[in-house]
């Protein structure tokens, strides 16, 4: 039997931003800031910033209307969230995806991506966080 599970992290981040250009199912997001060349690294690599994009506009996103920080490993792809901590909590949870609060300030909220199928999972979640700074 063959194995199709998809658990490298930066390409599970790369699904990610794909699915979020797309802005299927989605407010308005763009990804800012990419890193495209990324390295994932043990205690996670950044890879790029989702930012909120103005409905409509086609210009760039404003950086200062971050919503979520995306960083690599090498078997998955990991959101810290920055707005709309609970509500993208519940989201994701609700979703089957690992989620657990880090204690900095300001605080976020860790998401886990680990597998590419799981990168539609966590689509509810960005919405949440994003729809939480309307």
């Known amino acids: 039997m063959v194995e199709d599970r998809l658990s490298d ?10 699915e979020i250009e797309s802005g299927v199912g989605l407010p308005p997001l763009a990804v800012a800031e990419a890193r495209p ?41 990991r959101l810290e969230l920055l707005v709309g901590q609970a509500e993208a909590a519940e989201a994701a949870t609700e979703s089957g995806l690992r989620v657990r609060p880090k204690a900095v300030r300001p605080p976020r909220t860790l998401v886990f991506v680990e597998d590419g199928a799981q990168v539609k999972w966590v ?7 994003a729809e939480s700074t309307e």
């Open 9 to 18: 992290g930066a390409r599970i981040a790369q699904l990610l931003a794909s």
């Open 37 to 77: 060349d990324v390295e994932p690294t043990v205690d996670g690599a950044f890879a790029y910033a989702v930012v909120r994009r103005e409905a409509g506009v086609s210009s760039d996103p404003d950086p200062d209307e971050r919503v979520a920080e995306v960083y690599v490993q090498p078997d998955r792809a």
């Open 123 to 129: 689509l509810p979640a960005l919405a949440a966080a």
